[in-house]
């Protein structure tokens, strides 16, 4: 009889567990219907991507490391500065096509700050002002004297301005994202650096073709 009553306990236990680990939800974080854009993780060889409203999105992975922070706090005020030179397409610009390439610009790297931006909010950092006043250099970035340059240059002058400007901060964009993924671990930066990468090499390609 004691055999028994401690076969029926165990199953009891067994019974129990099974329960909950079947009621227990699956690991990962689902992605809310508002808020920032989330970056799914991406694993070797594939392109990040932007997770949709209520896909369940894997956490985990290597912890944060200084590399990844450092790629954050600079890449803001770099894609900040980008849209500054974008935001005077409209007005300023002569060609359609380039009109249209900075548009594109604008709407891939104003999400990619707002990603960036919750990131380091994540990790307990300041996220920086955009302004690019940091003590840490930027490849790429303009200089004062070429944004006021490129802001009163009109029609086809500004197109070549810009798309000049426009390369080479594309080049140090490209520089700081081969970096992090050399020395970064964090999934969600890592991915974001193969995108910006994979978007960024190809409009290059595009703007050297329209100064051509």
Do not use: Y
Not at 7 to 19: D, K, Q, T
Not at 139 to 157: C, F, H, I, N, W
Not at 195 to 207: H, P, Y
């Amino acid at each position: 009889m004691r055999r028994l009553a401690t076969r029926r306990a165990l199953a009891g236990v067994a019974l129990a567990s099974a329960a909950a680990c079947s009621a227990a939800p699956p690991q990962g974080g689902v992605v809310p219907s508002s808020g920032p854009p989330v970056v799914a993780p991406a694993g070797p060889g594939e392109a990040a991507r932007t997770a949709a409203p209520g896909e369940r999105v894997p956490l985990g992975g290597p912890a944060a490391n200084a590399a990844d922070v450092l790629f954050a706090e600079r890449m803001i005020p770099h894609h900040a500065q980008a849209l500054r030179m974008t935001a005077l397409a409209a007005s300023r610009g002569a060609s359609r096509t380039v009109k249209a390439l900075a548009a594109r610009i604008e709407a891939a790297q104003g999400p990619e700050i707002v990603v960036m931006r919750s990131w380091l909010a994540d990790q307990g950092r300041r996220p920086p002002d955009g302004h690019g006043h940091g003590a840490e250099p930027m490849p790429g970035m303009a200089t004062p004297g070429q944004l006021d340059a490129l802001a009163g240059a009109s029609g086809e002058e500004f197109d070549r301005s810009f798309l000049r400007l426009m390369i080479a901060h594309h080049e140090g964009a490209l520089t700081m994202a081969r970096e992090v993924l050399r020395d970064g671990r964090d999934r969600r930066i890592r991915a974001l650096a193969r995108d910006v990468l994979s978007g960024q090499t190809a409009e290059i390609s595009r703007m050297r073709a329209l100064l051509r």
